[in-house]
């Protein structure tokens, strides 16, 4: 072959090889590379910056806005995330939810959307400016977790619109409500009501309740000796009374904690709502007394004394007011009850809890009307050691509300927890209970409640301390040994966790890093200056995030979402 073909084949080579990666690059531009090649370049040690699986986009029309949200093959939302809030005093709701699937990961068994979710909102009312926030959060199959992603859209003025609704609205309602109440009635749901219900009978088991039984008794009954159907009759109507009041209070904390859902999931609304059902729980335990103003207190009293109960619309009436008639035994679990469901903010779970909480109160006193009070000397000796196990409850509520804010030694924390609750209750069997075998057995069952803790957390291997030094901004990245290994997490983030369970404790993880600096950086507050700073830098947009770096603070090589231990052996131990 002569020399100028030579030329020409070589510079013909060249130009495809320069149209080819040309093509590459805009594919890569245009998130048009397939997911299995990032991963491969992954794996081969090249770092690859993140992409957003999550494209949304919004269209206002009218008093209608409409959301679309496209999510990567791999990535989903959970249902549970979404929500809606409008700036002066505005007010909008969901009008249309997609069905949702249920999908189960690190965080759970949970409701989530797949490849794409059409959403509707009706907007009530708004102010001309004024702002809506539609917010949610996500995962992808990578085992990466996103920060919650927010959208804002400028409102026009909309007057208050009257719920003449669209059939499709009406349709979509009707369809989302009974989604709602088949994931309620699910088991472990169930098994919440049953303990609503203890919880109700619990209530008028305590020492300022149980005594007032047989009077409340006798005032429903009126004049009548006889148990009659007339009798029957008036406890049902008492009975009817007091679940619709706490019906109603449940369904209104439920709404509030509903409508503001974004400010009740922030770090600190957490934290201030455990300390309120902690200070419930010392009330239980009887470090102090908790109870509504005397004054409220004493008027309701009053009222309920001026009734004449004659009749079964007199026995209702009674039931509505004296729900609302709290003693200092009762006033500390009801504040923390709605401190829970407050914090959930899911209307229907909410309300049914309440319904059964009132259900569960009714029922003594329904039985003593009905059957005689005979009973109420034998549940006397057990009423002082119903009040205080109140407090347990209580406390493992305050510690699920910030199970998820608690960092890297949250698995050290609730042992110590459930060790300590199960001293508190062998203590309170050994005080409050007269019988020696009821003492025994209440203090065996606490002992093995304890041993079953520790036993079941052995894993997490105690004994060893995280040995990250924790960094507040880039700036605090200083690098002095040869190598530094970088750790991004969020609290909200599942798959961090269970990284720091199953790697960063371990033995062996200490021995592999033992000449290196180790730093970690927490991004739970994807709005603050510094978590922007250091995202931008390293191109993240979702953890878990782990990147090896030289003296020089350049990644050697990273990766991204969950790896097992031998992935991560593989991965920056080679």
């Not at 009975?239 to 369904?251: D, E, K, Q, W």
């Not at 969950?562 to 991560?568: A, C, G, H, M, V």
Request: aromatic share 12%; with cysteine; hydrophobic share 45%.
């Amino acid at each position: 072959m002569s020399l100028p073909k030579i030329i020409f084949a070589l510079l013909h080579r060249l130009c495809f090889l320069s149209l080819f990666l040309f093509s590459v690059a805009s594919f890569a531009k245009d998130d048009l590379i397939p997911d299995n090649l990032l991963s491969a370049l992954n794996e081969a040690g090249f770092s690859t910056q993140q992409k957003s699986p999550f494209k949304v986009s919004e269209h206002l029309n009218g008093n209608t806005l409409n959301l679309s949200i496209i999510l990567d093959d791999s990535a989903y939302i959970y249902k549970d995330s979404l929500s809606l809030s409008v700036t002066n005093e505005g007010e909008a709701y969901f009008a249309k939810i997609p069905q949702a699937v249920k999908h189960t990961d690190f965080q759970g068994e949970h409701e989530v959307f797949f490849n794409r979710a059409d959403l509707e909102a009706l907007i009530v009312k708004s102010t001309e400016g004024a702002t809506l926030s539609f917010s949610f959060q996500g995962c992808d199959g990578a085992g990466i977790c996103y920060p919650p992603q927010t959208i804002t859209v400028t409102l026009p003025k909309i007057d208050p619109v009257l719920e003449n609704s669209p059939d499709e609205y009406v349709s979509e309602k009707a369809q989302t409500t009974e989604d709602k109440l088949s994931n309620a009635l699910s088991s472990d749901f169930i098994f919440g009501l049953l303990l609503c219900f203890i919880l109700g009978i619990g209530l008028d088991l305590t020492p300022c309740v149980l005594p007032m039984l047989p009077i409340f008794s006798a005032m429903i009954a009126g004049q009548s000796t006889k148990k009659n159907q007339k009798n029957i009759a008036a406890n049902c109507a008492y009975l009817s009374g007091l679940c619709l009041t706490y019906t109603l209070v449940g369904l209104l904390f439920s709404y509030a904690g509903a409508s503001l859902h974004g400010i009740l999931q922030s770090p600190y609304m957490a934290y201030a709502l455990a300390a309120f059902l902690f200070l419930c729980a010392l009330a239980c335990a009887g470090f102090f007394t908790l109870s509504m103003p005397q004054s409220l207190s004493t008027g309701l009293q009053n009222k309920l004394a001026a009734l004449n109960m004659t009749s079964t619309m007199s026995a209702f009436i009674f039931g509505l007011v004296s729900a609302l008639i709290t003693t200092p035994c009762t006033s500390a679990p009801l504040a923390g009850a709605l401190l829970f469901i407050l914090k959930e903010g899911d209307l229907l779970k909410g309300t049914l809890a309440f319904f059964c909480i009132g259900l569960g109160m009714g029922m003594p006193l329904f039985i003593i009307g009905v059957l005689g009070g005979k009973f109420i000397l034998k549940a006397r000796i057990f009423s002082a050691l119903i009040y205080k196990l109140m407090a347990v409850p209580l406390i493992l509520a305050a510690l699920y509300i910030i199970d998820g804010y608690l960092g890297l030694y949250k698995n050290y924390l609730k042992t110590a927890v459930f060790i300590l609750l199960c001293c508190y209750c062998a203590y309170v069997f050994y005080k409050n209970t007269a019988s020696l075998l009821l003492k025994r057995i209440g203090i065996a069952l606490c002992a093995a409640i304890a041993v079953m803790c520790l036993s079941s957390n052995y894993n997490y291997e105690y004994g060893t301390a995280l040995p990250f030094t924790e960094i507040k901004s880039l700036n605090e990245l200083k690098i002095t040994s040869d190598k530094a290994l970088l750790v991004v997490g969020a609290k909200w983030c599942a798959n961090c966790r269970q990284m720091e369970k199953e790697i960063f404790i371990s033995d062996e993880f200490k021995r592999l890093t033992y000449n290196m600096q180790l730093f970690h950086f927490d991004i739970t507050d994807s709005a603050s200056p510094q978590v922007r700073e250091l995202m931008q830098h390293f191109s993240l947009i979702g953890v878990p995030y782990t990147a090896l770096l030289n003296n020089d603070g350049e990644i050697i090589v990273d990766a991204v979402g969950y790896l097992d231990f031998d992935e991560f052996k593989k991965r920056f131990f080679k």
